[in-house]
């Protein structure tokens, strides 16, 4: 296995290209984000935003049933699904049937108990979803979890302790080799402070970004943004390293202006643009 992590360059990225938008929102794909609680309920709104941001075609808010009006209103742009009272109760049909068709399921974003989110993830993944990308308490709950009970195309979008969590150790100084680890380890796709590792060696580093990410929501919109490129059909891999591409251009743009301080919901707008001037 090479030890060599390619650089991530808008020559690299026009190369690999993106899929065509088609003459639908269909066509674009569809994601479902799985997520929020009475304390966090706005994660889900940051990471649905994202995912419109980045091209996807439609999306769907699965939240508790308590938060499902003010979601509907919040991202009005957004199909809202409630979610079942008992964590890990099986879906009635038609949620069941959203997530199985859907192109992307996102799961983690505001849930803050490890518990539910165990159950909740197992409930997703018993539809039958092709397509799981795996944020915030999804991640931490993710040990607790048999592998093979998960869809074969996995993402993770750790943050370093998150990373810690499922490497079973802090990270060491040579963060190539863990997230490899971890990507080895879960047979998955994982994006980390943009180190992009794949479970068959693969690897690709993400420049930039700066301090300005490290604030509330903002790895809300990282795995929006992944889930809305894996829902338009790129591959896994890529729609990390896109994911992580849009995100760290986007935090670049809002340093230089207006600058240190801006928040997750403006990170979500400066994506399209990001995205746009990528390919130019």
């Known amino acids: 296995m090479s030890s060599r992590v390619e650089a991530v360059t808008p020559a690299l990225l026009r190369a690999w290209g993106l899929p065509s938008p088609g003459e639908s929102k269909k066509a674009r794909g569809d994601v479902i984000v799985v997520g929020g609680s009475r304390r966090s309920p706005g994660a889900v709104l940051l990471a649905g935003e994202a995912a419109l941001r980045v091209g996807a075609g439609r999306v769907a808010l699965g939240v508790p ?132 590792a794949h479970p068959d060696g693969r690897a690709w580093r993400v420049p930039g970004g700066g301090g300005g990410l490290g604030t509330s929501g903002s790895g809300d919109v990282l795995a929006g943004a992944i889930a809305g490129f894996a829902a338009r059909g790129v591959e896994p891999e890529r729609a990390a390293v896109w994911g992580a591409w849009a995100h760290a251009r986007a935090g670049d743009r809002l340093t230089d202006d207006p600058g240190l301080g801006f928040l997750a919901r403006e990170l979500a707008r400066a994506l399209t643009p990001a995205v746009r001037d990528t390919l130019r």
């Not at 957004?78 to 009272?85: F, I, R, W």
């Open 65 to 196: 049933r308590s938060l499902a009006p003010q979601a509907g209103v919040a991202l009005p742009e957004a199909g809202v699904l409630a979610l079942p009272k008992h964590a890990g109760k099986d879906f009635g049909k038609t949620l069941a049937e959203r997530l199985a068709s859907a192109d992307a399921v996102l799961v983690g974003p505001g849930f803050d108990d490890p518990e539910k989110t165990r159950a909740t993830l197992l409930a997703v993944a018993r539809t039958g979803a092709r397509r799981i990308v795996l944020d915030a308490f999804a991640l931490g709950v993710l040990p607790e979890v048999d592998r093979a009970e998960l869809a074969d195309d996995l993402l993770l979008s750790p943050n370093k302790d998150e990373a810690g969590i499922l490497l079973g150790r802090p990270l060491g100084d040579d963060d190539a080799a863990d997230i490899r680890e971890i990507a080895r380890t879960w047979r998955a796709v994982v994006n980390c402070y943009g180190l992009v």
